[in-house]
Each structure stands twice: as C-alpha cells, then as structure tokens.
C-alpha cells in the first residue's frame, strides 16, 4: 500500500495531525507574502514532523508564545520542540520547555 500526502511542504491542518510535534531545525530566514495586495514580512523555519521535513511560519501568537518560552533570539529556537494543536480548524502550538511533552 503507498501512504499519499497532499497537505504539502509547509505545517497546516491539511498537512498535520493533532498533537503531532514539530522539532526546529534552523534558525529560519525571513521572506515575504503577497496576499490581497497586501505584502508582509514572514520568518519561515524549517521543521521535523514525525520524520518530514516541513516548513512552518509562525503567526503573531504563535510567534509571541516561542518567544516567552526561549527567548526573541530564533537561534536559540534551534533543537526545540514544540506541540501542534488543531482548534476551529487552525494551527496553534504549544513550546516544550524542556523538550518533552
């Protein structure tokens, strides 16, 4: 039997499982979004999901909730995991302080 996957490269509902965990592998690059006409500014890092390598690009809150737990410094982020959750159909993590759950 082939297992299909096709939420993709990036961490998203589509592309993820409820509780899964993501570890951080670099420190990400900064690149930019157009949307409704509107471009900003997104930090996208590379990520493990149960042995996929992904990218994800934290949000303000996901972002916010890093950063009280490791610091601003995303090279710190580095070898930290953290704990994906799926609510009203959107992706919210949950950082492991001591990198286990």
């Excluded at 998203?12 to 509107?38: F, P, R």
Aim: net charge neutral; charged share 30%; with cysteine.
């Amino acid at each position: 039997m082939v297992e299909t996957e096709f939420g993709g490269d990036f961490v998203s509902i589509d592309s993820t499982k409820d509780g899964e965990v993501a570890t951080i592998l670099d420190e990400g690059q900064w690149g930019e979004i157009t949307y409704q006409g509107k471009t900003k500014k997104v930090l996208n890092i590379n990520v493990e999901v149960n042995g996929r390598k992904m990218i994800w690009t934290p949000g303000i809150k996901a972002g916010k909730a890093c950063q009280k737990v490791w610091g601003t410094e995303s090279k710190k982020w580095v070898g930290k995991s953290f704990e994906i959750l799926h609510v009203d159909n959107k992706i919210l993590v949950r950082p492991q302080n001591d990198n286990r759950i």
